[in-house]
């Protein structure tokens, strides 16, 4: 069974930029799917990026395109979210996971991580 860990999140100002990581155990890591995901308080989890097993395929929610990229080190186990342009609704703790059927619902994605705290100030 994969056992992820995600490091990198803080405290931003809007505007600002922060790199979240994801260490992940695990032989076939290059196999499998994986997927960011966030949780603000009193929401329910969402989607936020997708990458196929070999990196070659994202996805991301409306909300994150084109301020997000996902991305992924098959060699080093890594899974990273690059955040610029933050928003203070991009506050959340945000968790990596294994994508173990297509799609973006938060039910698709195994074996999640502990989460790390994102907070992006006004």
């Known amino acids: 069974q994969v056992q992820l860990g995600e490091s990198g999140g803080g405290l931003v100002q809007a505007g600002g930029s922060l790199r979240l990581s994801c260490a992940a155990s695990g032989r076939t890591f290059s196999s499998y799917a994986m997927g960011w995901l966030r949780q603000a308080p009193g929401k329910e989890r969402e989607f936020v990026a997708r990458?196929?097993?070999?990196?070659?395929?994202?996805y991301y929610a409306d909300s994150v395109k084109d301020r997000f990229t996902i991305s992924r080190d098959n060699a080093k186990n890594m899974v990273y979210l690059q955040m610029n342009s933050l928003k203070p609704e991009d506050t959340a703790v945000y968790y990596c996971?294994?994508?173990?059927?297509?799609?973006?619902?938060?039910?698709?994605?195994?074996?999640w991580g502990q989460g790390t705290q994102v907070t992006v100030s006004s």
């Open positions: 990458i196929s097993g070999s990196g070659g395929i994202t």
């Open positions: 996971a294994v994508g173990v059927v297509a799609g973006t619902s938060p039910s698709n994605f195994r074996s």
